[in-house]
C-alpha cells in the first residue's frame, strides 16, 4: 500500500489487514478496541435497550483498561439472560453489536488478531444498515466514514510522528483532557494553535488539528500523543 491508497481508500478492512501485517508485534490492541467502539457508537438508536448503550460504554473501559475479563464475563451472562426472544431485523444485530466491540482487545476470545476481530465489528455495522434497508447506499457510504475514523485513530503510518514533551503545556494537556473526557473535539483547532505556541512545527499535527472536515473520536492520534497514551 503506498501514502496516497492509505489517505484515499474508503475500505477499513484494507487499512486494518495492512497495518496487522506491518505492525504484528506490536499492535496497538487499545487502537483497535477505540476504533470499534467509534464505529459501533453510530449505531445507538438501533440500541434502546440500557444493556446494549452499558454495554458500549464497557467496551470503551476494556480498551482503555480500565475493566477487565470479569466485567466482560458479568455483560454477557446479564445480556443473554435479557435478550428478547423475538428480535429480529438490525436491532437483533445491535444487540450483539457491543459484545463483538468488547472481543476486540480481549486477546484470549478466538485466534482472531485485533485487527481482524475489528473488521468484524465493522461488517457487523454494514449489516446492520442492510437491514434496515432505509438506506440502500448506507453500507458503502457507511464504509467511508469508518475508514476516515480508523485515519484519525491510527495517523498516518508513512509519516510517523515524535512529540516533543515541550509542547505538552499545561493550556495543550488541559485542553486535550476537556475534549477527550467531553467527546467534544469542537477545540481542536484551539488546540493547533495551543500547540503552535508551545514550538510544534510539524505540519502533520497542526493540519490534524485544523481540518475541520475531519471527525475526531477517543484514540485520535494527536490527543493519544499529547496525553501520553498508546
Known amino acids: 500500500m503506498t501514502e496516497a491508497q492509505w489517505l484515499a481508500t474508503q475500505k477499513p478492512e484494507e487499512l486494518l489487514l495492512w497495518l496487522g501485517a506491518g505492525r504484528s508485534r506490536q499492535w496497538p490492541a487499545r487502537k483497535s478496541g477505540m476504533f470499534a467502539v467509534a464505529c459501533a457508537a453510530r449505531f445507538t438508536s438501533f440500541m434502546p435497550d440500557a444493556i446494549t448503550l452499558r454495554g458500549l460504554e464497557l467496551a470503551e ?31 437483533s444485530w445491535a444487540w450483539n453489536l457491543p459484545g463483538y466491540t468488547m472481543r476486540v482487545v480481549l486477546p484470549y476470545h478466538t485466534s482472531l488478531s485485533p485487527q481482524k476481530k475489528a ?31 480508523l485515519r484519525d485513530i491510527f495517523g498516518n503510518p508513512f509519516r510517523p510522528v515524535t512529540f516533543s514533551l515541550e509542547w505538552r503545556t499545561d493550556t495543550a494537556l488541559t485542553l486535550a483532557k476537556q475534549m477527550y ?23 502533520d499535527i497542526l493540519n ?19 496525553t501520553g497514551r498508546g
Open 181 to 203: 473526557e467531553s467527546r467534544d473535539f469542537s477545540a481542536m483547532p484551539i488546540l493547533a494553535d495551543a500547540l503552535q505556541d508551545a514550538g510544534c512545527d510539524t505540519d
Open 208 to 226: 490534524h488539528c485544523r481540518d475541520t472536515s475531519l471527525t475526531h473520536v477517543r484514540g485520535c492520534w494527536v490527543i493519544d500523543l499529547l
Open 61 to 91: 473501559q476494556l480498551a482503555e483498561g480500565v475493566v477487565g475479563e470479569a466485567e466482560y464475563g458479568e455483560y454477557l451472562t446479564e445480556c443473554l439472560a435479557a435478550m428478547p426472544p423475538s428480535t429480529s431485523g438490525p436491532e
Open 119 to 149: 473488521i468484524d465489528v465493522c461488517k457487523m455495522c454494514e449489516t446492520i444498515l442492510c437491514q434496515d434497508g432505509r438506506k440502500p447506499d448506507g453500507a458503502e457510504r457507511e464504509s467511508s466514514i469508518q475508514a476516515e475514523l
